[in-house]
């Protein structure tokens, strides 16, 4: 940073993050009754619980933690987004290939911007799930669609010159000055507003027969949010209210059944969004209204951070819940067997998630007596109580829901051609079409469980083995 940024990465951030959600709840009203009941499903889970409410993040951040999601249509639209969130201290983290997640067409790739270091993260964690349409995958697109969706991609413009040298100046000196800031906020916001431009209705319907995913990124003139999730501590509390008032929610929460242990990871619900008023222009050259439900309200309770041994646990978990889902107890929902499975096989405490290596934490003193000088076990300096826990929020997403979301998204199946070749992306590949290391999620908790054993050892001058 210096003298002439004094509007700093995290304000930029939590700036740029109320301005999305004014314009999202302006242009999704049930947006805004989905943000009401947030609160005050957080608020009452807080009178409830006490302080032990915010051992997952202060009340604070909670309230105002969201995500956004957002697709763009090319590498050159790519790399320029992650400029635009350069800026606002959001880099790419976690790779993400829903076209292989999911049975329906939903040709893209994605990886979510964010915040990566522990201050940041604390002070504002907002972060975009960002897709891209991968139009050269010929499981999907035909030759010819493929063509007409580079040149239709590439004649339009969704980040201008101005928006992008902004984002490079506020990326190059840790911020902005007062006006540099408002004119980028300003711009950032507008490039993910709705266009009301007409969409050319053969061309949008064409992609929409391969996947409605692709006519929402490939069929219209500008990208635009196409949803925005709040936080909330208690998701089947926020279910439940939201049922109440009439809304309609998708069959179930996504993720991890909820259950007596730890919550871990990511679990999500949504609701449609209603019919959405647009203009076509049709063959004929005439402009004529029509409806568009392609958004929808999220929402999303988050859970401590797995290691690789906790993820790929997770993974069979999951296998297992599908197996006795199809072998053994079809007439059982997915929660239901999931209850089962995960009381089978998960320990149902932090301190056994935390010494059987299966969940990320942080590691800190105790209210016991410090050990002298030597070589301990973190299950000796745990259990004497001269060393204390404190979990680790996981900030990413789940393939798994995340293709559940798409597909909840999907007006038909679409179309996919498996005898075809699909295009090899992979965390590289991707990294290499946004000019940025895609950071690797685990290895970041990994640094910060690292970093707390690294203290405790230096200030109780011992070794853990
Ligand atoms: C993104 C879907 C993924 C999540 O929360 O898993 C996502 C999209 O629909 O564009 O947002
Ligand atoms: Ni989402």
Same mark, same amino acid.
């Given at each position: 940073a210096n003298a002439v940024a004094t509007v700093s990465l995290a304000q930029l951030r939590a700036e740029f993050a109320i301005r999305l959600a004014k314009l999202y709840g302006a242009e999704v009203p049930a947006y805004n009754t989905l943000v009401d009941v947030s609160k005050d499903v957080n608020e009452d889970f807080i009178s409830r619980?006490? !302080? =032990? !409410?915010?051992?997952?993040?202060?009340i604070d951040r909670v309230t105002a933690e969201r995500h956004g999601a957002i697709r763009v249509g090319s590498a050159t639209e790519l790399s320029q987004v992650a400029r635009v969130f350069g800026g606002f201290g959001m880099y790419p983290v976690g790779f993400y290939d829903l076209r292989d997640a999911s049975?329906?067409?939903?040709?893209v790739v994605s990886t979510a911007f964010r915040p990566t270091d522990r201050d940041e993260l604390a002070k504002n964690p907002f972060r975009v799930f960002t897709s891209m349409l991968a139009h050269d995958d010929r499981r999907f697109f035909d030759a010819e669609t493929e063509k007409r969706l580079e040149e239709f991609v590439g004649a339009r413009?969704?980040?201008g010159e101005e928006l992008l040298a902004l984002a490079d100046k506020s990326a190059a000196q840790g911020g902005l000055s007062e006006s540099d800031a408002e004119r980028y906020l300003d711009l950032a916001t507008a490039s993910f507003e709705l266009s009301e431009e007409p969409i050319d209705h053969d061309w949008y319907y064409h992609l929409e027969a391969i996947s409605s995913v692709a006519s929402d990124i490939g069929g219209v003139p500008a990208t635009h949010i196409n949803h925005l999730t709040p936080r909330v501590l208690d998701i089947d509390d926020l279910y439940r209210r939201m049922s109440e008032r009439g809304i309609e929610m998708i069959d179930e929460i996504q993720g991890?059944? =909820?259950?007596?242990?730890p919550d871990v990871l990511l679990r999500q619900t949504s609701f449609r969004a209603l019919d959405e008023k647009r203009l076509f222009r049709h063959a004929d050259g005439e402009v004529r209204e029509g409806q568009l439900r392609v958004r929808f309200g999220e929402v999303e309770q988050r859970g401590i951070a797995l290691t690789t041994k906790g993820r790929d646990l997770y993974d069979r978990l999951v296998a297992e819940v599908d197996r006795r889902r199809r072998e053994?107890?079809?007439?059982?929902?997915r929660v239901e067997v999931a209850l089962d499975v995960w009381r089978e096989s998960l320990p149902d405490n932090e301190t056994e998630l935390a010494l059987q290596d299966l969940g990320f934490f942080t590691f800190h003193r105790g209210d016991q007596a410090a050990p002298e000088a030597g070589e301990y076990t973190l299950r000796e300096l745990v259990e004497s109580g001269a060393v204390a826990i404190e979990p680790i929020v996981y900030e990413d997403f789940l393939p798994r829901s995340a293709a559940g979301i798409f597909q909840s998204n999907l007006t038909g199946e679409g179309s996919r051609d498996d005898e075809q070749l699909g295009t090899p992306y992979d965390i590289e590949r991707l990294s290499e079409v946004i000019g940025v290391q895609i950071a690797d999620p685990t290895a970041l908790y990994a640094a910060q469980r690292q970093a707390s054993i690294d203290e405790l050892e230096q200030a109780l001058n011992i070794r853990i083995i």
């Open positions: 619980h006490g !302080a =032990d !409410a915010e051992r997952l993040g202060s049975k329906s067409s939903v040709p413009e969704l980040f991890p059944p =909820d259950w007596e242990g053994e107890q079809p007439e059982w929902t």
